[in-house]
Every structure is written in structure tokens, then in C-alpha cells.
């Protein structure tokens, strides 16, 4: 599909004469505006990121303990010290996105996770494993599927944001699907080849996805959400594409001195803590109450296609309600859920805490997104989630480590599950407090591309 015939800068930038597209193409007239493309193509590279990297990692834990006899916790520190660099990275990436856009990074990040995967099915002891796993595999997925792929839909959408996001994150939902295969492929090759299939699979997938994306939407003569491009005369006469005005943006400095961004960050923060415990030992969580290997990623699995309406349902209703509103509900659901799952006995009376675990973790994943941009605008979307991020990353930092403790010391996750829900409903306060911030009170001049 050659939609974009131009040659391009690597900044995603189309290379025109006078740096503005002209409009004898009239793209924006198309029947199917290609931010869905986009839209698409992130959600098939969230499917994979949060199948395999996040959930689906679950399914290594018990091989490794078998093998090597390292403790949950030990696996689980590894991962935490994975979600810290991702952290710690998270305003650099967040500013490369702004200024390189999502397509270069994207090729960047993909061969070093997919190299990382290669080199994780030859480790053979707990420091090469952390190298591997922190250095290669979560750093790629950090550069080249998270943070491109939001800061890509941000910019395309506006009114539609939060389908768009829906749509974008229900691959995560569907990556589910990638959690049960994944454990059967450790079942039955072992967890070393199924690890080197992975990375094959990564660079296989990851390049594609990269060709798709683009950063903003006005040079290619398009504007947000599809609508008719507003066109201005230069100083020649012609008629070209009017470029947009971010001026009146929130910079990433401006964004941080304002009481909603901390609120929302912090909240997002407390949330994590539930996201990194409970998604992480998903899969030894039902081993615990007598699934098997492969039925206990099945169920971790569907934990995320169903959140699925969660992510749909729900973003697409922050267009129409009050965001903020749609995740305080989310998170009261998320409380009951993460209660029920801690004293459940069985997998029966785990099952609907699940579900409903399920469908509130996905609008609450979904929401936040479109609401930093609501807030805080496009023009340096992408440096402020990064900066949000690395406040973030505490809380995926430190719940897989309590729940690996937690379970070491007594065989039973329910104490940290218990906790989990308490900082939910902390999650639930601070999320209410945020309230819409006021534009920045003097316009500025908008900053030159590039």
C-alpha cells in the first residue's frame, strides 16, 4: 500500500520543497483515513509486547526455577530492574519520539529485542539472565513499541482519541492470545528454544510495523481525526497545507508544574503496583490452584482478550463522559476484583474476580493516555509520558517484587493481592483530584520541526 510516494527524512518527515505539503494530492480525501492504519498497526505491536514480554514472560518463571533453582524473587527482581531502566529512560525516549518520530525508533528497538530473546536462550546463570533481560530485551521494547506507537495515535486523533486508543490497546487484549501459545511452546521445546523462536518472531513482526507508522498527520496532508486540512497561501501565492498550530501546548516543563500532572502520575503509579504484581505471576497464580502449566497461561492469557471491551468500551466513552469520572469507576472495579482474587480457593471463585479484573485493568490502561493529551496537548507528548513513565515504573517496579517475596515467605500470594487493593483505592483519590489544568496563559511561537 503506497499511500506515501514522497521520499522521507528520518525524522518521518515527508521531504518537500519549503518544508510544507503541498495539496495537489488531496489525501484527506480518502475513504479510510490512514490514522486507523496506525491505529492498527500499534495494537498489533501492543499484542505482541504485552503477550509475550510482560504476561507471557510469566510462563519462564517455573522453567528457570526448575532449572536453576533461582527464587520467584530473585526472577522477579530481574524483571523490576527491567521496568527501572525502562524508567529511567522514559523522558530520552520521550524526546526522541517528539523530534525523531515513532518509525526510526521502532527500527531501532525491534533487532535489540529481538537479539535479546536470541541471546536469552543461551544464558546459563542469574547475571547474564538480568544482563540479557534488562540490557536487550526490555531496553528494545522500550525504544521500538511502547512510547512510538501512543505518541503516533496522539497525534493523529483528537475527538476520536479515545477509540483510538481503545482499538490501539485492546492489542494488548489480544495478546492474550500469545500467552498460551507461548506456554505451549515451553512445554514442548523447552523454555531455550521457545525463547529463540521469539526473537525470530520479534524482528519477523516488528519491521512492518515500522514501515506503517508516521509521525504527525498535517504534512502528509492530512489533520486530525480525518477531517478537511485547512490550507493558507505562502508568500508566492500557492496554496499549501496550513501546518499546525502547537504553540499554545504544554511543554514538558509546564506540564510538571501543574498539581493534575502529578496527581494522574502518581495515580498511574499506585495502579502500577496491581499491573506489575498481579500480571507477572499470573501464570504461577493458577498453577497454585491446580491448573496446569499450559490451562494456567490459557487463563492468564485471557485475562487479556477480555479485557478487551474494557479497553474498547471504555475509551470510547472518555470521548463522550468525563475521563476522569470513567477511571474512577474502573479503579472501584479493580478493588473488588484484586479482594476476590486474594481469597479465592480455587480456580471456580477465581474466575470472576478475574473477569472482572480483566475489563477494569484495560479502561484504566487505556484512559490514562488520552487524557495527557487532553490535558497537556501534542506538541511534546511524547517527552511528557516520558517523564511520566519513569515516575510510573515504581510501581511496576516494586509489585512483582512483593508478590515474589510475599510468596516465598508464606506460599501464598494473598497477603500482597490485599495490599495491591489498598493502593488502588489510593489510585481512586488522586485520580480524582486532577482536574484540567489551564493552558498555558501567554502563546507562544510555535518551535520549529526537527
Given at each position: 500500500?503506497?499511500?506515501?510516494?514522497?521520499?522521507?527524512?528520518?525524522?518521518?518527515?515527508?521531504?518537500?520543497?519549503?518544508?510544507?505539503?503541498?495539496?495537489?494530492?488531496?489525501?484527506?480525501?480518502?475513504?479510510?483515513?490512514?490514522?486507523?492504519?496506525?491505529?492498527?498497526?500499534?495494537?498489533?505491536?501492543?499484542?505482541?509486547?504485552?503477550?509475550?514480554?510482560?504476561?507471557?514472560?510469566?510462563?519462564?518463571?517455573?522453567?528457570l526455577?526448575?532449572?536453576?533453582?533461582?527464587?520467584?524473587?530473585?526472577?522477579?527482581?530481574?524483571?523490576?530492574?527491567?521496568?527501572?531502566?525502562?524508567?529511567?529512560?522514559?523522558?530520552?525516549?520521550?524526546?526522541?519520539?517528539?523530534?525523531?518520530?515513532?518509525?526510526?525508533?521502532?527500527?531501532?528497538?525491534?533487532?535489540?529485542?529481538?537479539?535479546?530473546?536470541?541471546?536469552?536462550?543461551?544464558?546459563?546463570?542469574?547475571?547474564?539472565?538480568?544482563?540479557?533481560?534488562?540490557?536487550?530485551?526490555?531496553?528494545?521494547?522500550?525504544?521500538?513499541?511502547?512510547?512510538?506507537?501512543?505518541?503516533?495515535?496522539?497525534?493523529?486523533?483528537?475527538?476520536?482519541?479515545?477509540?483510538?486508543?481503545?482499538?490501539?490497546?485492546?492489542?494488548?487484549?489480544?495478546?492474550?492470545?500469545?500467552?498460551?501459545?507461548?506456554?505451549?511452546?515451553?512445554?514442548?521445546?523447552?523454555?531455550s528454544?521457545?525463547?529463540?523462536?521469539?526473537?525470530?518472531?520479534?524482528?519477523?513482526?516488528?519491521?512492518?510495523?515500522?514501515?506503517?507508522?508516521?509521525h504527525?498527520?498535517?504534512?502528509?496532508?492530512?489533520?486530525?481525526?480525518?477531517?478537511?486540512?485547512?490550507?493558507?497561501?505562502?508568500?508566492?501565492?500557492?496554496?499549501?497545507?496550513?501546518?499546525?498550530?502547537?504553540?499554545?501546548?504544554?511543554?514538558?516543563?509546564?506540564?510538571?508544574?501543574?498539581?493534575?500532572?502529578?496527581?494522574?502520575?502518581?495515580?498511574?503509579?499506585?495502579?502500577?503496583?496491581?499491573?506489575?504484581?498481579?500480571?507477572?505471576?499470573?501464570?504461577?497464580?493458577?498453577?497454585?490452584l491446580g491448573a496446569?502449566?499450559?490451562?494456567?497461561?490459557?487463563?492468564?492469557?485471557?485475562?487479556?482478550?477480555?479485557?478487551?471491551?474494557?479497553?474498547?468500551?471504555?475509551?470510547?466513552?472518555?470521548?463522550?463522559?468525563?475521563?476522569?469520572?470513567?477511571?474512577?469507576?474502573?479503579?472501584?472495579?479493580?478493588?473488588?476484583?484484586i479482594?476476590?482474587?486474594?481469597?479465592?480457593?480455587?480456580?471456580?471463585?477465581?474466575?470472576?474476580?478475574?473477569?472482572?479484573?480483566?475489563?477494569?485493568q484495560?479502561g484504566?490502561?487505556?484512559?490514562?493516555?488520552?487524557?495527557?493529551?487532553?490535558?497537556?496537548?501534542?506538541?511534546?507528548?511524547?517527552?511528557?509520558?516520558?517523564?511520566?513513565?519513569?515516575?510510573?515504573?515504581?510501581?511496576?517496579?516494586?509489585?512483582?517484587?512483593?508478590?515474589?517475596?510475599?510468596?516465598?515467605?508464606?506460599?501464598?500470594?494473598?497477603?500482597?493481592?490485599?495490599?495491591?487493593?489498598?493502593?488502588?483505592?489510593?489510585?481512586?483519590?488522586?485520580?480524582l483530584?486532577?482536574?484540567?489544568?489551564?493552558?498555558?496563559?501567554?502563546?507562544?511561537?510555535?518551535?520549529?520541526?526537527?
Amino acid at each position: 500500500m503506497n499511500i506515501f510516494r514522497r521520499r522521507e527524512r528520518g525524522d518521518g518527515q515527508p521531504a518537500t520543497r519549503g518544508g510544507a505539503a503541498s495539496s495537489s494530492t488531496p489525501r484527506a480525501r480518502r475513504r479510510f483515513f490512514y490514522g486507523w492504519w496506525i491505529v492498527l498497526a500499534g495494537g498489533l505491536g501492543m499484542a505482541f509486547s504485552a503477550g509475550v514480554n510482560f504476561h507471557g514472560f510469566g510462563n519462564f518463571i517455573i522453567p528457570l526455577q526448575n532449572q536453576f533453582g533461582w527464587n520467584r524473587t530473585q526472577i522477579s527482581v530481574a524483571f523490576s530492574l527491567a521496568r527501572l531502566e525502562s524508567g529511567l529512560f522514559g523522558p530520552v525516549e520521550g524526546w526522541l519520539v517528539d523530534r525523531l518520530g515513532p518509525r526510526l525508533l521502532i527500527f531501532i528497538g525491534v533487532p535489540i529485542m529481538a537479539f535479546g530473546y536470541v541471546l536469552f536462550s543461551r544464558v546459563d546463570n542469574f547475571f547474564d539472565f538480568v544482563l540479557v533481560y534488562v540490557l536487550l530485551i526490555s531496553l528494545g521494547n522500550s525504544i521500538g513499541m511502547g512510547m512510538p506507537m501512543t505518541t503516533a495515535v496522539a497525534n493523529w486523533f483528537n475527538r476520536k482519541r479515545g477509540l483510538a486508543f481503545g482499538i490501539m490497546w485492546s492489542g494488548v487484549g489480544l495478546g492474550g492470545l500469545f500467552v498460551p501459545v507461548l506456554g505451549w511452546l515451553v512445554e514442548r521445546y523447552g523454555w531455550s528454544t521457545a525463547a529463540l523462536m521469539v526473537g525470530v518472531f520479534v524482528f519477523l513482526l516488528g519491521t512492518p510495523i515500522g514501515l506503517v507508522m508516521r509521525h504527525r498527520p498535517e504534512p502528509y496532508g492530512y489533520m486530525p481525526d480525518g477531517e478537511a486540512p485547512r490550507r493558507q497561501a505562502d508568500g508566492s501565492g500557492q496554496v499549501r497545507i496550513a501546518q499546525p498550530d502547537l504553540s499554545a501546548d504544554f511543554s514538558a516543563r509546564e506540564a510538571m508544574r501543574t498539581s493534575s500532572f502529578w496527581y494522574l502520575t502518581l495515580s498511574i503509579a499506585a495502579r502500577s503496583l496491581v499491573s506489575g504484581g498481579v500480571g507477572l505471576h499470573l501464570v504461577p497464580y493458577f498453577e497454585g490452584l491446580g491448573a496446569s502449566p499450559v490451562f494456567a497461561a490459557f487463563l492468564a492469557g485471557s485475562a487479556g482478550w477480555m479485557s478487551i471491551p474494557g479497553r474498547l468500551g471504555l475509551g470510547a466513552l472518555g470521548d463522550y463522559v468525563n475521563k476522569r469520572y470513567v477511571m474512577a469507576v474502573s479503579l472501584v472495579l479493580l478493588t473488588v476484583a484484586i479482594v476476590l482474587m486474594a481469597l479465592a480457593d480455587d480456580i471456580q471463585g477465581a474466575l470472576p474476580a478475574l473477569l472482572v479484573y480483566a475489563a477494569a485493568q484495560g479502561g484504566i490502561s487505556v484512559l490514562p493516555q488520552a487524557l495527557f493529551a487532553e490535558y497537556f496537548g501534542r506538541r511534546s507528548y511524547g517527552t511528557i509520558q516520558g517523564f511520566r513513565s519513569s515516575i510510573q515504573m515504581t510501581g511496576i517496579i516494586i509489585g512483582p517484587v512483593i508478590s515474589g517475596y510475599v510468596f516465598d515467605r508464606t506460599s501464598s500470594y494473598e497477603i500482597a493481592f490485599l495490599g495491591f487493593s489498598a493502593a488502588t483505592i489510593v489510585s481512586l483519590a488522586l485520580v480524582l483530584l486532577a482536574h484540567q489544568p489551564a493552558r498555558p496563559a501567554v502563546a507562544r511561537k510555535a518551535e520549529p520541526s526537527g
